[in-house]
């Protein structure tokens, strides 16, 4: 099981069909993924960097070519399942932190749970991860507006840690912070992954990128090396 | 679980736009359940007058077209029954009772230098009285100069068991004494004796002349079977279908008639209600499109984190079906006060409120609020549920 890749792109092809003429947002990309991996994806505006994250977090099927997650091929599954192996599989993390404005603190982060066992969660399991994001005990009954932008994407993580995902997906994690916070967090991962998450993070900062352990570019829907 | 609680939150939130959608649905279930229960209750209230009416048949003289109306009219032309054929229809009648009576409207006075009244005087056999009328005062009248009267004219007049009345424009037809006081009976299909004179029918043939030739005769059918009864006398009466000679009233089967039309009434008053419920309706399902549109991103993320489409959508139909039970059980308290009031403003009486009937209109106009709440909550939702998740996440 540890042997196996968390993630295999074999030649995959995304085509969006537009009345003016397709558009091949991505071209007969392939890659692997490793567990423990710790991943950026730089490139320009347009290369398709959002396709690819999209893909990769099951939110789209490819047009042609294979994807594997943990050795399931995602190409035919239902939109149940596809639903289900983000839930399970997947963690995201996204740039403006997109947390529940109606929930607390607590419900945020133990929602995928509660979606996983259809009832309600212990809060201690909520708490549990929210220090392991190294967030402060009295904030946890909170609502989002009133945590800071930092606090935020710690609460977010910790959402997207909670189902232990084979994969944390993160699309420009940092790009709503300024350097110092996104610095923290930007630790805050590095130690994740020292601690076995897998992470995949989109960005057009190479300081961002820096912090992990291998860049992948593309340009124009392809991975140039 | 956390659906439902999303739903009420987002409720709460939302207050002023949310009870302004359950405040249409207040509207369309009081709506439809006062004007159910302003229907039950003069069905009500009229079958309760109607009651003394008991099973009978009333026989009156062919008058070519339909018959006659409600609350018999005297019949102005020279209209009879005549002996033979009252002896045919109490043939047939036996052993049930067949009372032959007349009828005329006449001028009267009450005392001395009182105003000229004009009011209906039957005349029937004095044995057949106690059959068709009951006495909340006095006695039965054998002697010819006395007379029974309705509960309503003694009291409109004054009068009491020994009162005076001179009959005939200038008295010129006697004077009649009261003897007994009737029971109210209310409306009816025989005689109408509230507001009436009950004579002999001697003094009544002496005074006008009259021999014989009814203006109606009533069968009192003692095993209900009026249908029969009615069936009975007109194949004896009526052999020739282009010389009928009687018209036969079955009361049972009228009154089936009248409560059918109340019923029907009473539909289209509720139909005229439930449009105010569509209209609610209408503002449920902007409430609840709106309540989708801000929320597209939040569905967006819902989505990509691992929520079904279902539970997308329980979450939307959750809010519908929050503002339709609230707005509907507010409907059916306001209701049972509306219909309170209706009740007694319009029939002046409230007793007929507490009913099995009215409380399926109660019923009728909640179970109908939350079915309008959920069908125009079921479109918005089933959209959220399928909005493409990747736009839905890039919505701002
Ligand atoms: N839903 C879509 N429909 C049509 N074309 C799309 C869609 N999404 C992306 N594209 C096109 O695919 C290409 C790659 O886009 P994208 O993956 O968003 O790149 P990036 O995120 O690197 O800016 C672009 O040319 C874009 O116009
Ligand atoms: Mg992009």
Redesign the interface.
Known sequence: MSEQPVMVFQDVTKVYPLPAGDVTALDGVSFQVDRGEFISIMGPSGSGKSTLL?LM?C??IPTTGDIFISGTRIGDMS??EL??L???R?G?I?QYF?L????NII?NVT??M???S???VDPEKGKEVLRSVQLDDSLFTHTPTELSGGQQQRVAIA??LI?NPDILLCDEPTGNLDSKTGAGIMDLMTELNRNGTTIIMVTHDPHIAEYSRRTTRIADGRIVL | MIFWEIAKRNIRINVLRSSLAMLGIVIGVVAIASMGILGNSLVASVSDSLSSVGDSVIVTPYSGGGGRGFGSASSSANLKITEQNFQQIKRVAAPNVAIPIYQTAEHMKIGVGSDDIVAVIYGLPSDDVPDLLNLKEGVYNNGNSGCLIGPTFAKDHNLIVGSRISIGTNGDKGTLRVTGIIEERGMSFDISTDSALVVTKEWFENTYNRDADYDEVVVKVKDGDTASMKIAIEKQLNKRKDMKIVNVMDSKATLATIYSTFGMVTTFVTAIGGISMVVAGVSIFNVMMMSVTERIKEIGIMRSIGTQKKEVMSMFIYEAAIIGVIGSTIGGVMSIMAGYAISALILNTTKHLFTIANALSVAEGMGFGIVICLACGFYPAWRAANLNPIEALRHE
């Open positions: 999209n977090g939110l789209d939109d149940i639903t289900n983000r839930r399970d997947i995201f996204f997109n529940f404005p109606l929930l419900e929602f995928p509660m979606l996983k259809q009832k309600a959402r997207a189902n």
